[in-house]
């Protein structure tokens, strides 16, 4: 086998589908058949596949030029989105820096909060806090972040967290959790450098979703320690959880945010770490070595801003957040008809549905099942989730859905 797969043990990599088209939210296969692709390619896709609009736009830039570095060159596409980006963001979030990917985008906030501190003459400040269940990126800063298990287990002997605290499961638990937060403030925050979570719902680590207020309490103890904030809303922005960005549940603003997956539509990999003006001007300086010193071959790839600023063109104007509502509401309506003695509990938050299993071996064999009624759908661990594009047809999301429910009567 020529070609290294993802995730995946490659002795016991059995027939993988090849696929020749994508169209909408159809997967076509090389042996005639097809299926409905249930999480839009690692939840990127948002407008779906070949859509033409965004391909005539990827089309009409590669004509003018595929691809400036940043490195002592600028070019319009980059521009655009960099003051689009501000545009749409949570107040206060002035400066972008552009990157090749979700994980180099989390990997370039760490620099930032670290060397925002450092560049104030404050070397201590080096730790990070981040979130039980959480999960940022397969880098190894991102991974240091990030929960134990299958992402990290290969590297668990080296990888050493400096603080993670836990998302409440319920409301009644987020006093408690608030105190032991600010106990490790108290104790620790000269220390800190930032706090990394993913706001309102994890994603890869577990899907676990939680207040907004829970998360402007957190937000509010780090500002009175003096903590950075980092959001990363890589998995969450562009309106997955039914707003543009899952930090516009909440009233706080981050220190800094990270966008990537939607931000081009699933089209091209690309990301964006956003900063504050506070974090911004701590590397304005005479000296050299205070500068940001990072700098991937392809940010701001022209490619990827062209088709970034259509997709956040046609988000705006065709009301996807309304689009987004309603996949919430048929997904919540039809979980309620699944039930079985196998499900630990169900979780529904805009374009994202979630059954958990008490087993994972309740799921063993889903993905072949689903493939057989035309359903592409990976679980993570004990979790069975889609995430559809937000143009999908109500016929296909329901088929997903009925494929969902007969396994689970099965």
Request: hydrophobic share 40%.
């Amino acid at each position: 086998m020529s070609i290294w797969y993802p995730y995946k043990q490659m002795q016991s990599l059995g027939k993988i589908p090849t696929v020749i088209k994508a169209k909408g939210s159809m997967l076509y296969f090389e042996d005639g058949t097809q299926a409905i692709d249930a999480i839009s390619s690692w939840w990127a896709c948002i407008h779906g596949y070949a859509y033409r609009p965004l391909n005539r736009t990827l089309k009409k830039q590669v004509d003018r030029f595929s691809h400036v570095m940043l490195g002592g060159l600028t070019h319009t596409p980059a521009l655009k989105l960099a003051a689009k980006l501000v545009e749409i963001t949570p107040k206060g979030l002035n400066h972008v820096f552009f990157s090749d990917s979700g994980s180099v985008a989390v990997e370039v906030a760490l620099k930032m909060a670290i060397q925002f501190w450092s560049n104030q003459g404050n070397k201590e400040k080096i730790k990070l806090i981040s979130c039980k269940n959480s999960y940022h990126g397969d880098t190894f800063k991102a991974m240091q972040l990030s929960d134990d298990g299958d992402f990290t287990a290969a590297f668990s002997h080296i990888l050493e967290k400096d603080f993670e605290i836990q998302i409440p499961e319920n409301t009644n638990e987020y006093t408690q959790e608030l105190q032991n937060f600010e106990a490790l403030l108290i104790t620790h925050s000269h220390t800190i450098a930032a706090l990394v979570i993913e706001p309102i719902i994890q994603c890869a680590g577990g899907f676990n979703v939680y207040s907004s207020d829970y998360l402007d309490a957190l937000n509010c103890l780090c500002v009175k320690y003096n903590v950075l904030t980092i959001y990363d809303e890589v998995a969450t922005g562009f309106g997955r959880t039914g707003k543009l960005f899952a930090t516009n549940h909440a009233k706080c603003v981050p220190d800094i945010m990270v966008l990537g997956k939607g931000l081009t539509a699933g089209y091209i990999g690309h990301a964006a770490t956003i900063a504050s003006t506070k974090v911004y001007e701590a590397f304005l300086s005479d000296e050299h070595n205070k500068a940001l010193m990072h700098g991937p071959t392809f940010m701001g790839n022209p490619l990827a801003c062209a088709v970034a600023l259509k997709s956040i063109e046609i988000f705006q104007k065709k009301e996807y957040e309304k689009k987004i509502l309603k996949i919430e509401s048929t997904i919540t309506h039809f979980f309620d008809t699944i039930q079985s003695e196998d499900i630990q509990g169900k979780r529904v938050l805009g374009a994202v549905g979630i059954i958990e299993v008490k087993n994972e071996k309740s799921i063993v064999g889903l993905k072949e099942f689903a493939l057989e009624n035309k359903v592409f759908i990976r679980p993570i661990g004990k979790m069975v989730y889609l995430m559809p594009s937000y143009r999908m047809k109500k016929k296909e999301l329901l088929t997903i859905l009925k494929t969902m429910k007969r396994w689970f009567e099965k």
